[in-house]
């Protein structure tokens, strides 16, 4: 329980998209997320969640696989079309190789197999904070690299122009 509530505390400030066509899981779903994140967005599937995904920025996007209708790759396909590149959060009862490959290559951050518990959904929302972190860590590494290439030569520029 302590974990969970720390936990909470790093990612209070998201805005969550819960994705199921499983009324008793949403159902239960909204009971619980609003206690964990700022902002809790359901949707029972997945048109209504592309809906949602477009009208809201939301941080992360958690989506069930097996839907009728529109399955989570459906989902994350369109959303993509649509240059959504919000992180993704796959939950399933179905473990399949292909389907699973076609959702890390679509860009599936982390799975979660049903049924699954609060803290397993905190630590991949936790997960996902932790990547963005460290993608922005190395975007400030690369252009503090840049910089000081460009005052070296800059430097040495310098230096030619005033010695005659």
Not at 101 to 117: E, M, Q, W
């Amino acid at each position: 329980m302590g974990d969970t509530l720390n936990l909470r505390d790093k990612i209070k400030g998201y805005k969550v998209l819960f994705v199921d066509d499983e009324e008793f899981v949403v159902e239960t779903m909204q009971d619980v997320l609003p206690m964990l994140f700022k902002d809790s967005y359901f949707a029972s599937n997945g048109l209504d969640g592309i809906v949602k995904a477009q009208d809201n920025k939301i941080d992360v996007l958690i989506t069930d696989l097996s839907m009728p209708k529109m399955n989570g790759i459906q989902v994350i396909e369109a959303l993509k079309e649509k240059g959504n590149e919000t992180p993704i959060i796959m939950v399933t009862i179905h473990e399949s190789v292909k389907l699973t490959v076609s959702a890390i290559k679509l860009g599936v951050l982390d799975f979660i197999n049903k049924p699954f518990n609060l803290g397993e959904i905190a630590k991949a929302i936790e997960k996902v904070k932790l990547k963005q972190e460290n993608e922005k860590l190395q975007m400030r590494l690369i252009l503090q690299d840049r910089l000081a290439a460009l005052g070296s030569a800059m430097d040495s520029l310098s230096h030619e122009i005033m010695t005659p």
